[in-house]
């Protein structure tokens, strides 16, 4: 009965605004662990990264179809509530620019995704520095709210273009 | 070394159980930290999700348990929720997980010291579900039983006893040395 967090894929940034990880959730698993590494973007000013699921063919899904929530903890500022009901997006404040040292890090689990009877949920908890927010952590949740299949993963820059993923590593495990 | 998630016992509910045990006899003590997966829970009446602990597999339900957590949830202002000396476990904190449609629970929780005799046994825990109001909910967070004696295993429910699990995937694992 014995088995481990296995391993599925990893991609790495492009230099785009958008980074996918596609064709990585499958029946095979129940729950997924997605790690985001090393994250920074093009600019010093600082921008943050929404997160959306890719469909059973590969299209982030960009409908008003996402709940979220979630806490931000700042290091030198107040704590902010972050919420939305039927929104575009999951915009849970991963957020980065390309300060020296500074960067977006965190960890994402992803329940049920390929499971065409359900919604998809996800939890993240993010660890990122900038010169906007200094330290900021997140706790966050979020639900894709059709019940379809999700086979991807998804961070694109909030605004829509101006600010390019420079570095940064997603790799997706599979919960066994 | 590389370190690894081992699987020790696994409940996949399929048709109404009043509750689900993992560990107990399948318990395995070798490991200092387990993990607890689970996905699609649902209930056949709204009720809130608990848990117990194990001690020599019988379940305690002595009023040692508190806990505390922030309710994130997707419609308004978010909310604190704690407790002390009661006799259950509440991870979805007392909010009532749904029957309808996609209404389901699905949580990761950490279990410590659950093999420690002198310490009390600690759970944390980062839910997200669909509540019976149909708001997506997170009850993110921990709960402690505070009673310093070995544990193995837990125990989960709806409260109320007057509610099944209908549904939904149980996995604990033991994170390895």
Do not use: C
Request: proline share 1%; glycine share 10%; net charge negative.
């Amino acid at each position: 009965m014995a088995t481990n967090l296995e391993f599925i894929k990893s991609v790495t940034a492009t230099g785009a605004n958008s980074l996918s990880i596609d064709e990585v959730f499958t029946t095979d698993y129940d729950v997924y662990y997605i790690s985001l590494q090393g994250f920074d973007q093009n600019s010093t000013t600082a921008a943050r990264y929404v997160y959306r699921f890719l469909d059973s063919t590969g299209t982030v899904i960009t409908a008003s179809e996402y709940d979220y929530a979630g806490l931000d903890m700042r290091s030198g500022t107040a704590f902010a509530e972050r919420r939305g009901t039927n929104a575009t997006s999951m915009d849970l404040y991963f957020i980065m620019d390309n300060g020296t040292g500074y960067g977006g890090t965190g960890g994402v689990y992803v329940y049920n995704p390929a499971d065409t009877g359900s919604y998809t949920f996800l939890t993240a908890q993010t660890s990122a520095y900038s010169n906007d927010t200094n330290l900021l952590g997140t706790k966050a949740i979020g639900v894709h709210k059709v019940a379809e299949a999700i086979r991807g993963f998804n961070i694109t820059e909030f605004s829509g273009g101006a600010f390019t993923i420079d570095n940064g590593k997603m790799s997706v495990f599979g919960v066994k | 070394m590389a370190g690894s998630l081992i699987k020790i016992d696994e409940e996949i509910v399929t048709s109404a159980v009043a509750s689900v045990t993992l560990g107990g006899s399948d318990w395995d003590s070798s490991y200092d930290v387990y993990m607890v997966t689970m996905t699609g829970v649902t209930p056949d009446v709204d009720k809130a999700l608990a848990m117990r602990v194990l001690a020599g597999g019988v379940e305690q339900s002595t009023s040692n348990y508190d806990r505390a957590y922030k309710i994130m949830r997707a419609d308004t202002t978010f909310q604190n929720a704690s407790s002390t000396n009661s006799n259950l476990g509440f991870i979805s904190s007392g909010l009532s997980v749904g029957t309808d449609t996609n209404e389901e629970f699905q949580t990761t929780q950490y279990l410590f010291n659950f093999n420690n005799s002198s310490e009390y046994s600690f759970v944390t825990n980062e839910a997200v579900f669909i509540s019976s109001t149909a708001v997506a909910m997170s009850t993110t967070g921990g709960l402690v039983y505070t009673v310093a004696e070995a544990h193995n295993g837990v125990s989960y429910f709806f409260e109320g006893g007057t509610a099944n699990i209908e549904a939904g995937t149980f996995t604990l694992y033991g994170l390895k040395k």
